[in-house]
C-alpha cells in the first residue's frame, strides 16, 4: 500500500514542484535551471556501467598519470623506442609470436640520448679533460721518467676499460626470452607479457619487457643489467672505482695546494693569481671531490656486487633466495642456491674465463666475449669444475 500511495503521489508531487517553481524570482529561477543541469551531467558521468567515482579519480588524476610519465621519461628511466602509451596502461598487449632468435645477443637500438647517460659521459670527460689540462703538464715537469711512464700507462689503460665497458654496457642488449614456447625450458609465465619465462628471468617494469638473468635496471645505463651485459656493468664500475681512487690519490697534493691558493684569494692584498691559475685551482678542487666522493659511492656498490656475483646470486635473487632460506630454515632444512658452484667457479662463470690467459686477455683487456651459456637454461656451464649440488628454479 504505502507503494502505491507513493506511486499515485509522485506526478502531484511533481506538478506541485514546477507550479512553485514558476513563482520563484527569475534569478533565482535561473540559478535552479543550472543547478539542475549541472546534476544531470554529473549523474550522466557517474550513472553508467562503465564509470563511478574511480572514473572521476582516474579522470582527475589523469593529468599526474601524464606529468609522471614524461617527467620519468625525460630523466631516462623510461626508454626504448616504444615508450609508453601514457597513463595506466604501461603494458601494451602482448606482440604476435614470430620467429624466434635464439638466445639473442642483438644491438640494441636504443640511443644512449637520455639524461643520466648523457651526464655519466660529461662527467667523466670533464675529469679526463682536467687530468690532461692540469694534472699531467704537472706529471711530466716534476716526476721521474719511471714515474711518468707508470702514469701515462696506468691512467690510459684505466681510461680505455672504463670507455669500453661503458659502451658495451649500454648498447649490449641484455637479453630477452624468445616468445616461441616450443624453445623454452619453461618455468613460468610472465604474467605481464604473458609469454614463458625460463629461470632466472625476471619482468622489468621499465623495459617492459623479461629479461634474462635480469640483475636490476640501471638508469645511468638507460639499459637493464641481465645476462648479455652483467660483465660490461661490473667491470664497468670496477674500473670506474678504481680510476676515481687513482685520480684522488695522485692529485692529493695538487688539492692541498689548490685548498690553500683559494683560502688566500680574499686576503689584501689580493694573492696575484692569474685567470687560468684560479681556473686550475678550482678544477682541480672539483677533480678531486667529484673523483673522491663517486669512488666511494661506486667501491660500496661495486663490493656489493662482487659478493653477489661470489655467491652466485643476483640482486633479485638476493631477496628471493633469502626468503626461500628464512622459509626452509623454519622447517629445519637447509637451502642451497643451485647456481652457486663455489667462489672461485663463480667468477670464472661470470667473467667468461676458460682457461689461465683469458685472467688478462677477457677480464684486463677489453674482451667482448659472450658469457657461458644461453641464458635460457641454467646447466653447469664448463668453466665452473664443480656442478650445482641440486636445481631449483628460482
Ligand atoms: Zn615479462
Ligand atoms: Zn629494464
Known amino acids: 500500500m504505502p507503494g502505491r500511495r507513493s506511486l499515485a503521489l509522485g506526478p502531484l508531487r511533481h506538478c506541485l514542484r514546477r507550479w512553485l517553481r514558476r513563482r520563484w524570482p527569475a534569478p533565482l529561477r535561473s540559478l535552479g535551471l543550472r543547478w539542475r543541469y549541472g546534476r544531470l551531467c554529473l549523474r550522466s558521468l557517474l550513472y553508467n556501467s562503465f564509470g563511478g567515482s574511480d572514473a572521476v579519480i582516474d579522470a582527475l588524476f589523469e593529468p599526474i598519470y601524464w606529468l609522471v610519465d614524461h617527467v620519468t621519461r625525460w630523466f631516462g628511466v623510461v626508454s626504448g623506442p616504444r615508450g609508453l602509451s601514457g597513463g595506466r596502461t604501461r603494458h601494451p598487449p602482448p606482440r604476435p609470436a614470430r620467429r624466434s632468435r635464439p638466445a639473442e645477443r642483438r644491438p640494441d637500438r636504443?640511443?644512449?640520448?637520455?639524461?643520466?647517460?648523457?651526464?655519466?659521459?660529461?662527467?667523466?670527460?670533464?675529469?679526463?679533460?682536467?687530468?690532461?689540462?692540469?694534472v699531467l703538464p704537472l706529471i711530466l715537469r716534476t716526476y721521474s721518467v719511471p714515474r711518468i711512464c707508470w702514469h701515462l700507462v696506468y691512467g690510459h689503460w684505466n681510461l680505455l676499460l672504463i670507455v669500453f665497458h661503458y659502451y658495451q654496457a649500454v648498447t649490449t642488449s641484455p637479453g630477452h626470452p624468445p616468445q616461441d614456447k616450443s624453445e623454452v625450458a619453461t618455468v613460468s609465465i610472465c604474467r605481464k607479457c604473458i609469454y614463458p619465462k625460463p629461470a632466472r628471468t625476471h619482468h622489468c617494469s621499465i623495459c617492459n619487457r623479461c629479461v634474462l638473468k635480469m640483475d636490476h635496471h640501471c638508469p645511468w645505463l638507460n639499459n637493464c643489467v641481465g645476462h648479455f651485459n652483467h660483465r660490461y656493468f661490473f667491470s664497468f664500475c670496477f674500473f670506474m672505482t678504481l680510476g676515481c681512487l687513482y685520480c684522488s690519490f695522485s692529485s692529493w697534493d695538487l688539492f692541498r695546494e689548490a685548498y690553500a691558493a683559494i683560502e688566500t684569494y680574499h686576503q689584501t692584498p689580493p694573492p696575484p693569481f692569474s685567470f687560468w691559475e684560479r681556473l686550475s685551482h678550482k678544477s682541480i678542487i672539483y677533480l678531486w671531490v667529484l673523483c673522491s666522493s663517486v669512488g666511494l659511492a661506486l667501491g660500496l656498490l661495486t663490493l656489493w656486487h662482487a659478493a653477489l656475483i661470489s655467491r652466485g646470486e643476483t640482486s633479485i635473487e638476493?631477496?628471493?633466495?633469502?626468503k626461500e632460506r628464512q622459509r626452509l630454515q623454519k622447517k629445519g632444512k637447509v637451502f642451497r642456491n643451485p647456481y652457486n658452484y663455489g667462489f672461485l667457479d663463480n667468477w670464472k662463470v661470470f667473467l667468461g674465463v676458460d682457461a689461465g690467459r683469458h685472467w688478462v686477455t677477457r677480464v684486463l683487456l677489453p674482451s667482448r666475449h659472450p658469457p657461458p651459456g644461453s641464458g635460457l637454461s641454467w646447466d653447469s656451464p664448463l668453466c665452473a669444475s664443480t656442478r650445482p649440488l641440486a636445481l631449483l628454479a628460482v
Not at 638476493?318 to 633469502?322: A, P, T
Request: with cysteine; proline share 3%; glycine share 4%.
Open 110 to 134: 636504443r640511443r644512449p640520448r637520455q639524461v643520466f647517460v648523457a651526464l655519466v659521459v660529461v662527467l667523466t670527460g670533464s675529469i679526463v679533460l682536467i687530468v690532461y689540462l692540469c
Open 318 to 322: 638476493r631477496h628471493i633466495n633469502r
